[in-house]
């Protein structure tokens, strides 16, 4: 293990064979497919439609109660032995990258996320095969002595990957492409993304996050740089323009839930002949069913949008247009 713990200090990464026997895996990703439609059961929705709005399950959640066990007996063990210290595990999740929500995760630094519970490292282990055209993941060597920038918000709606674009990046990075049963260890700091799907199959990960015993980062951690509409934003801001444009738009001046908002917000789009501005009423509907689905999951499944993509979809399509409306019935 000492080349590798070397290589993984230099380069911030390494790729561990055969790590799980793959029938186990196959069993795994079974029983974790059979839990997913479940979920989609329970929120009468198609399996179809509740993956192209969910594509992570954080620990715990029914999607991950089944491999629990595995994550804290020999998951552990497998980190411990790569790093040859014990370690302890601070979350885990479930990541799907399927073939209905099959974008890009941009490039970010973990750890830019977690100021306030930094970890050391991360354990990706893929339930499926990883091809270079099915959601591969893909990092910059080395990146992790560099700077951490603040967090990436990709949420936002009109998100461009500068750190991709960068030529930085599409001059240096790899890509892994792995089999079912390996898996990828990689550190927080270092710049990584997951591209396309484009196998057409799904592509499932177990992710787990780890730390030495007295582990305590040695790098400065900014703080996060909230966009307008973003990732750590967009729900209260989603809250209060679907409210004001209740009340502007059809006198309905209530104070609830988004659940109830959604729900309200659907029937006068399926009634109302005319609206004071302009959508594609058919994107709204479709966009604000997503997000009842996806605000479903996040209560009932601990679920959430691994690509960022339900809350920026119903933006473009009702709540940029609405909110124009309102500061311009305001002014
Ligand atoms: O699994 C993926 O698609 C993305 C994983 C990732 O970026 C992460 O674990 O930080």
């Known amino acids: 293990m000492k080349t590798a713990k070397k290589y993984f200090q230099e380069y911030g990464f390494w790729v561990l064979n055969k790590v799980y026997?793959?029938?186990?895996?196959k069993s795994v990703c079974q029983r974790i497919m059979i839990d997913i439609k479940k979920c989609a059961n329970e929120l009468n929705c198609s399996l179809e439609d509740y993956l192209t709005n969910v594509s992570r399950w954080l620990n715990p959640s029914p999607?991950?109660?089944s491999i629990d066990q595995l994550v804290e007996t020999s998951l552990k063990q497998i980190a411990s032995d790569f790093i040859g210290e014990e370690v302890n595990l601070s979350k885990f999740s479930i990541i799907s990258k399927s073939a209905y929500a099959n974008t890009p995760v941009p490039c970010h630094q973990d750890i830019a996320y977690s100021k306030e519970a930094p970890y050391e490292f991360s354990l990706w282990l893929p339930l499926d095969k990883v091809?270079?055209?099915g959601g591969v993941l893909q990092l910059l060597p080395g990146?992790?002595?560099?700077?951490?920038e603040p967090a990436v918000d990709f949420w936002q709606?009109?998100?461009i990957d500068n750190m991709y674009l960068s030529p930085y990046w599409q001059q240096n990075f790899i890509s892994l492409p792995v089999r079912a049963g390996d898996a990828i260890v990689f550190d927080s700091r270092i710049w990584h993304r997951s591209a396309a799907n484009r196998s057409g199959r799904n592509r499932f990960a177990i992710v787990t996050r780890w730390s030495q015993i007295n582990y305590s980062p040695s790098c400065k951690i900014p703080e996060k740089i909230p966009?307008?509409?973003?990732?750590?934003?967009c729900g209260a801001l989603t809250e209060s323009i679907l409210r004001q444009g209740l009340s502007e738009c059809f006198q309905l001046k209530i104070t609830s839930d988004l659940e109830n908002y959604?729900?309200?917000?659907?029937?006068?789009?399926?009634k109302v002949k005319q609206l004071p501005f302009l959508i594609e009423v058919e994107q709204a509907q479709q966009a604000l069913n997503n997000l009842w689905i996806l605000h479903k999951a996040v209560q009932l499944h601990n679920g959430g949008d691994a690509q960022?993509?339900?809350?920026?979809?119903?933006?473009?399509?009702?709540?940029?247009?609405l909110s124009r409306w309102l500061e311009k019935s305001k002014a």
Request: no cysteine.
């Open 308 to 321: 960022g993509v339900v809350y920026s979809n119903l933006w473009r399509s009702l709540l940029e247009p």
């Open 227 to 233: 966009a307008n509409f973003g990732m750590w934003t």
């Open 131 to 133: 091809t270079l055209e």
């Open 157 to 159: 709606p009109d998100f």
């Open 262 to 270: 959604i729900r309200l917000w659907q029937e006068k789009l399926n």
């Open 63 to 65: 999607i991950t109660a």
């Open 143 to 148: 990146s992790h002595l560099s700077e951490i």
């Open 21 to 25: 026997p793959r029938k186990q895996i």
